[in-house]
């Protein structure tokens, strides 16, 4: 048995999937899941993330989290969450970091929201020495108390639908059977209320994403940061509406095909910012203007961290601190295409390094 005829037997008895539901269980079926079945991060995995590049992707992350409590008049009790951890990395730095915040640590109840045992274990090794609660789900987070929250390409690993426009309404693009393999296809033309706003912006031909999941978990977050105080800086490749393609598969450091080996690549669409930012707004949060990683590192003293770091290292070394910056903040490399989103409170100050 295999992912694949486990989904060519279900589309078999129930017809044609959604790229939603194949996302799912590519990404968190309980036996062949990919993050069910392994830790893809890292040079020996599939891909590489903005804390795994370097410690100061998660330092920075912390001191503006650190900033914003202390702005907020140090609340003497607070969540401080991650969704998605990954090996635990960025939250290591930050916690490091903060170290030297005083009453900071004092303070935080570490809350880390993580579906993958695989990667629940390696956030354990990563984080020993410190109290962590371990939760399946964003509405799980205490609301009883201000929440701080970073989520670094979590929303990307939501499953999303594809719509293509067609005449007056639209098809959704389906998985489907061809001679006993996957293969895309497209569904009944049909009117689709959730894209009303579309008609406005898009054309005859065009493809556009929803994710369900995202505004859900989105509001989880802004309902506690509005009621109790707090923020969520919310990282990850997009933009602010949606428009085209962004479903992709990674394996090795390369593109792969998306249907070829269901389980064993990762699959992520872009984040479409403005679904999160309606979401925070309707549970009475304000959200920062989305900014681009390049720009938000760079207000928040990158490039004076890394001149630190680099200052204590030798050989080639020395050169690590600002590769690395280069690499995150760049326009050709991951600077622009990644975006930061805030969420705060109304009334109160947005993070450092955002605008309201
Ligand atoms: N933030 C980390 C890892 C990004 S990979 C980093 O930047 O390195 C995506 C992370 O989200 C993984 O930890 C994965 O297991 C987790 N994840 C994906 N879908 C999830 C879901 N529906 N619920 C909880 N965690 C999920």
Redesign the pocket.
């Known amino acids: 048995m295999s992912l694949d005829s486990v989904l060519a037997t279900r589309i078999r008895q129930s017809g044609p999937m959604s790229v939603a539901d194949f996302m799912a269980d590519c990404?968190?079926h309980p036996r062949w899941g990919y993050?069910v079945t392994r830790d893809?991060?890292g040079a020996a995995g599939d891909f590489t993330?903005?804390?795994?590049i370097s410690q100061m992707f998660g330092e920075l992350i912390g001191l503006c989290l650190a900033q914003t409590w202390m702005d907020q008049g140090r609340p003497a009790s607070f969540t401080l969450a991650?969704?998605?951890?990954?090996?635990g990395?960025?939250m290591a730095d930050l916690l490091r970091a903060t170290s030297i915040v005083p009453g900071f640590l004092d303070a935080a109840g570490i809350a880390l929201?993580?579906?993958?045992p695989v990667?629940r274990a390696a956030q354990k090794r990563a984080l020993a020495g410190h109290d962590v609660r371990w939760l399946?789900?964003a509405d799980a987070l205490p609301d009883d108390r201000p929440l701080f929250v970073v989520?670094?390409?979590?929303f990307d690993?939501?499953p999303i639908r594809q719509f293509l426009r067609d005449g007056g309404g639209w098809r959704e693009r389906l998985i489907g059977l061809r001679d006993g393999a996957l293969c895309f296809g497209l569904g009944a033309r049909a009117a689709q209320p959730a894209l009303g706003h579309r008609l406005d912006d898009t054309q005859e031909g065009d493809l556009v994403e929803i994710c369900a999941?995202a505004g859900p978990v989105a509001d989880a977050l802004a309902r506690r940061i509005a009621a109790r105080g707090g923020a969520a800086l919310i990282v990850d490749y997009g933009d602010w509406r949606s428009l085209g393609d962004t479903l992709q598969a990674m394996r090795g450091h390369r593109h792969a095909d998306i249907l070829a080996d269901p389980g064993a690549a990762d699959l992520t669409a872009h984040v479409d910012f403005e679904t999160l930012a309606t979401a925070a707004r309707a549970a009475g949060a304000a959200h920062s203007r989305l900014t681009t990683q390049g720009v938000f590192l760079e207000r928040l003293g990158i490039a004076a961290r890394a001149q630190a770091l680099a200052a204590r290292l030798s050989g080639p070394a020395r050169d690590e601190p600002a590769s690395a910056h280069r690499r995150l903040t760049h326009g050709d490399e991951m600077g622009n295409l990644f975006k930061v989103l805030g969420v705060f409170p109304p009334h109160a100050a947005p993070p450092p390094g955002l605008d309201a």
Do not use: K
């Open positions: 990404l968190l993050y893809p991060l993330t903005a804390p795994e991650e969704l998605g951890p990954g090996r990395t960025l929201v993580e579906a993958s990667l399946d789900r989520a670094n390409e979590f690993a939501l999941a």
